[in-house]
């Protein structure tokens, strides 16, 4: 089956440094994403991860091992305005279309 | 400006009557779709939509219907809603090239009473 495991909730320091982790099994895989949801909006995008390594951009970086179905979404000198919901989705070959899986996503809490 | 609009934002009906939530992008993506989002649940798939007139089933197709005449539009048609079908709503599209970034719309937030 597909599966996106990731910490239901976390909380962090303003200034410090967090790590938001993503397991995931599934078949086809063809890439994974990194989104940002403030409470009560749309999704918008922050990363995309399709060979193993790190992605920087800017504050956020995003890791993927596709042998180990890991990725992580790394946020420095955090914000307040970084509280959010961030969600790990995985792109998958299914029937000729990329389909997009989401996990259930991690709520992040800065506090001053 | 690159967007994806939905309508309406909010509706409260009544189980059985019939409503249809629009969504229309103007990036000229070929692939839409509708997800519901409900707590601990993440987002579902409802339906998708590879190019005018193709659509499949996503994960939880029951109870909704869509249509993709134009590349721009994918109407979600809710032909008698029910009270589990309360959520909240988005259309996505996204191109068919890499890196496949989806835009979601605003978001609907349907209650079924």
């Known amino acids: 089956g597909q599966n996106i495991d990731q910490p239901t909730e976390m909380t962090a320091t303003e200034g410090a440094i967090v790590q938001i982790n993503c397991t995931y099994q599934?078949?086809?895989?063809?890439?994974l994403f990194w989104y940002q949801q403030h409470a009560g909006e749309a999704p918008t995008f922050l990363s995309y991860?399709?060979?193993?390594g790190l992605e920087e951009k800017g504050r956020f970086s995003s890791f993927l091992s596709r042998s180990k179905g890991y990725s992580y979404l790394l946020l420095k000198e955090l914000q307040m305005k970084d509280s959010a919901s961030y969600l790990c989705?995985?792109?998958?070959?299914?029937?000729?279309?990329?389909?997009?899986?989401f996990g259930a996503g991690t709520r992040l809490a800065v506090h001053p | 400006e690159a967007q994806v609009t939905q309508n309406p934002r909010y509706l409260i009906t009544v189980t059985g009557k019939k409503l249809t939530v629009t969504c229309s992008q103007n990036?000229?993506?070929?692939?839409m779709s509708w997800y519901r989002q409900d707590p601990g649940l993440g987002l579902r798939q409802i339906y998708y939509?590879?190019?005018?007139?193709?659509?499949d089933k996503g994960d939880v197709p029951e109870g909704y219907k869509v249509s993709r005449k134009e590349k721009r539009n994918f109407p979600l048609i809710l032909e008698s809603p029910s009270p589990n079908q309360t959520s909240l709503y988005f259309c996505a599209s996204s191109s068919a090239h890499p890196p496949y970034e989806q835009y979601f719309g605003p978001g609907t937030r349907l209650t079924v009473t």
């Open positions: 989705a995985v792109r998958s070959i299914s029937g000729g279309y990329n389909k997009l899986i």
């Open positions: 939509s590879m190019n005018v007139e193709v659509t």
């Open positions: 599934t078949s086809g895989f063809n890439g």
């Open positions: 991860n399709v060979l193993d």
């Open positions: 990036m000229n993506h070929e692939y």
